[in-house]
């Protein structure tokens, strides 16, 4: 189970995409930025920065429901892998030249 503590917008996406990676049970604060990639219990439990309950609620169920946390971890894997990955990175970035490149009928 990973961590993230509540950190600068600026450097919040690099440490989210990494963990992500690790297909591990994310507990994260709940900021615009970090929902780039995480989605509150589907791919992580996402909780008030300020409110240390929360953080601990969310700690909780993740130890005591090995269901939802195996859950969790499963797809915060996939999507990393179907979203964020350096493969999918190329793959969307070589669609994109292709959707760009002419016809090979217009030469």
Do not use: C
């Amino acid at each position: 189970m990973l961590r993230v503590e509540p950190a600068s917008a600026i450097g919040a996406p690099l440490k989210i995409f990494e963990y992500m990676a690790h297909g591990k049970p994310i507990v994260s604060s709940d900021l615009p930025v970090i929902r780039e990639g995480l989605r509150d219990r589907v791919n992580s439990v996402l909780v008030s920065p300020d409110n240390r309950s929360d953080w601990v609620k969310a700690l909780q169920r993740l130890r005591e429901n090995k269901v939802f946390r195996d859950q969790i971890g499963l797809q915060v894997k996939t999507d990393f892998l179907a979203k964020h990955s350096r493969i999918a990175h190329a793959t969307n970035i070589l669609k994109e030249i292709e959707k760009r490149m002419p016809s090979s009928g217009s030469l």
